[in-house]
């Protein structure tokens, strides 16, 4: 098995997010997916977290954000389809799989090849090997469903790239139909405070980021094509707090009143 880079490595950490939430503070996450994982991960990655309660459920909280888009996506386009993008060792399917939905989540050959090994493909999920960043994976599901509204999410993938390349990215996809896109990201002061603390505590203060969004609505003017935001919200506002730490709850309450960490839905 291919050895894992900094950036994809990365994919450990939100896994460790949703194993800690679904145990300690499943009001947050629960994901019986995760904790079905936990013994397959590799040796010593649990006890050598070092992570705090709050940089945990950061993590836990951008899937719990996303599951929440995908099913108010799914509840407007049952006939809909997500389309996954760097989904590591995302779980998110087996939590919110309708019975039907038809469901594909891209990464890099090594990335989807580690991914296969833990997590072989359910009935409706399917893995695409390629970067994101490429037309490949698109025409691909296009070539497979022509028409149907597609969700694309990015948790967690943006933040290591240009912002010319994130650009480029939604510009291409605006020539592909319906297409809606939701992303985590950070402002630019919530990036300086990613870099010196989150990144650091996570073991991973050696991956470069690069992109933040101030404003989405000056983001979908830099793509242009008529791209409409659909939301734009703080990364907390619909995380339970009851029962969190006294210093979880006033760093989530800080990075909200700050907008520091945010979600954003296009409609490309």
Same mark, same amino acid.
């Given at each position: ?16 997010? !949703?194993? &800690? @939430? ?5 009001? /947050?996450? *629960?994901?019986?997916?995760? $904790? ?65 939905? !038809?469901? &594909? @989540? ?5 990335? /989807?090849? *580690?991914?296969?090994?833990? $997590? ?77 603390? *989150? ?70």
């Amino acid at each position: 098995m291919s050895k894992l880079g900094i950036v994809e490595d990365t994919l450990f950490v939100p896994m460790l997010g !949703r194993i &800690y @939430a679904s145990e300690h503070c499943p009001q /947050v996450l *629960y994901d019986e997916k995760a $904790l079905e994982l936990k013994k397959k991960l590799p040796p010593g990655l649990l006890g050598k977290s070092g992570q705090s309660q709050y940089t945990l459920l950061a993590s836990a909280a951008r899937s719990a954000n996303m599951d929440r888009f995908i099913r108010a996506f799914l509840e407007r386009r049952p006939d809909g389809v997500i389309v996954q993008l760097g989904c590591g060792l995302e779980t998110t399917y087996y939590r919110c799989d309708n019975g039907r939905i !038809r469901w &594909y @989540a891209v990464d890099l050959p090594h990335v /989807v090849e *580690y991914r296969r090994a833990l $997590l072989p493909e359910p009935e409706r999920e399917i893995y695409l090997a390629g970067d994101a960043f490429a037309e490949d994976w698109i025409r691909q599901v296009r070539s497979d469903v022509p028409d149907a509204p597609i969700l694309v999410t990015a948790g967690g993938l943006f933040h290591y790239f240009e912002e010319r390349k994130v650009v480029d990215l939604l510009r291409m996809l605006t020539g592909f139909g319906a297409i809606e896109i939701v992303f985590d990201t950070v402002s630019k002061s919530g990036m300086a405070m990613m870099r010196k603390k *989150y990144m650091k505590q996570v073991g991973h203060a050696d991956a470069q980021m690069f992109f933040y969004v101030d404003s989405a609505a000056k983001l979908a003017g830099k793509i242009g094509g008529g791209v409409r935001v659909r939301a734009e919200e703080p990364y907390y506002r619909h995380i339970p707090r009851k029962g969190l730490k006294p210093s979880t709850k006033v760093s989530m309450a800080v990075s909200d009143r700050l907008f520091m960490v945010k979600m954003i839905n296009l409609k490309l």
